[in-house]
């Protein structure tokens, strides 16, 4: 298993952006998914965007619109652009990475906690 690192969350109010990153040695240049997921009131995480190693991308229904996951394979890094957040987007959020490569497969890291309140 790979570690991956989540960065970027903190405390914003409604309407507003955060970025959060996801890194981890390599796994860009390789054929890795990437996915983001969020933690729910249930305690189970719930899906919120995935990366392909052809940069395709995949949304919620949720986030659809207001969320954008893009790589910078320079950095290493995959990237959540939030936008137009809501009070409801508050959670701890995750990424996840699998693939063909052994390379590619993550366990689950700390996460990074995205507070939205007014």
């Known amino acids: 298993l790979i570690q991956v690192v989540e960065s970027g969350g903190g405390l914003v109010q409604p309407g507003g952006s955060l970025r959060l990153s996801c890194t981890a040695p390599?796994?860009?240049?390789?054929?890795?998914?990437v996915r983001w997921y969020r933690r729910a009131a249930d305690d189970t995480r719930e899906w919120i965007s995935r990366?392909?190693?052809?940069?395709?991308?995949q949304y919620s229904t949720s986030v659809e619109g207001r969320f954008t996951i893009f790589k910078d394979k320079a950095k290493d890094t995959v990237f959540l652009q939030m936008n137009s957040l809501k009070i409801e987007d508050t959670s701890i959020y995750y990424c996840?990475?699998?693939?063909?490569?052994?390379?590619?497969?993550?366990?689950w890291g700390q996460g990074t906690q995205v507070t939205v309140s007014s």
């Open positions: 390599g796994f860009t240049s390789n054929t890795c998914d």
């Open positions: 996840k990475t699998d693939g063909r490569s052994n390379a590619c497969f993550s366990d």
């Open positions: 990366i392909r190693p052809d940069d395709t991308t």
